[in-house]
């Protein structure tokens, strides 16, 4: 399992925080490091699990990387409800991420598009996590991959 903000925080805690621009320069470096985490284990023939905020753009990423099955889960939510949980989660993460100064930000990517699903070649589950319970989701994207 990659995860984004594992990899952004312990960029964090090894080369500081600071302003926003700073915070999308760890993110930036955070997703070339998840693409050459994958590329490595992809090589190797292991199965992995990528989890981020990856946006519209980002598809020839995916397309650059060895042979594999692919399967995206896209999670929405009505954009009240994002930012509800994301103004919620202030001061409960690294406080490197600057939530609290990027709600703006989250706004008109969403309203820009960017966080819709990406053109990928596989299979797509779309939940909407505002419509059940992390267990009920679990159990949604397990009986979707089985039909895959």
Same mark, same amino acid.
């Given at each position: ?85 994301? @103004?919620?989660? #202030? ?6 991420? +600057?939530? &609290?100064?990027?709600?703006? /930000? %989250? !706004? ?17 589950? @779309?939940?909407? #996590? ?6 009920? +989701?679990? &159990?949604?994207?397990?009986? /979707? %991959? !089985?039909?895959?």
């Amino acid at each position: 399992m990659l995860e984004k903000d594992t990899i952004k925080e312990t960029l964090f805690d090894t080369l500081g925080t600071g302003d926003v621009a700073w915070s999308q320069r760890l993110g930036a470096a955070t997703y070339a490091l998840l693409f050459v985490a994958a590329d490595r284990l992809l090589a190797a023939g292991a199965s992995l699990v990528v989890e981020a905020n990856f946006f519209r753009g980002m598809e020839p990423r995916f397309a650059d990387l060895p042979p594999h099955r692919l399967v995206q889960v896209h999670c929405d939510a009505p954009l009240e409800t994002i930012v509800a949980r994301y @103004e919620g989660r #202030t001061g409960s993460r690294h406080q490197g991420h +600057l939530d &609290d100064q990027r709600v703006d /930000a %989250l !706004r008109d990517r969403h309203a820009s598009g960017l966080n819709g699903t990406l053109d990928l070649t596989g299979g797509l589950i @779309e939940l909407d #996590t505002s419509a059940a319970s992390p267990e009920e +989701l679990a &159990d949604d994207v397990l009986h /979707a %991959l !089985r039909t895959l």
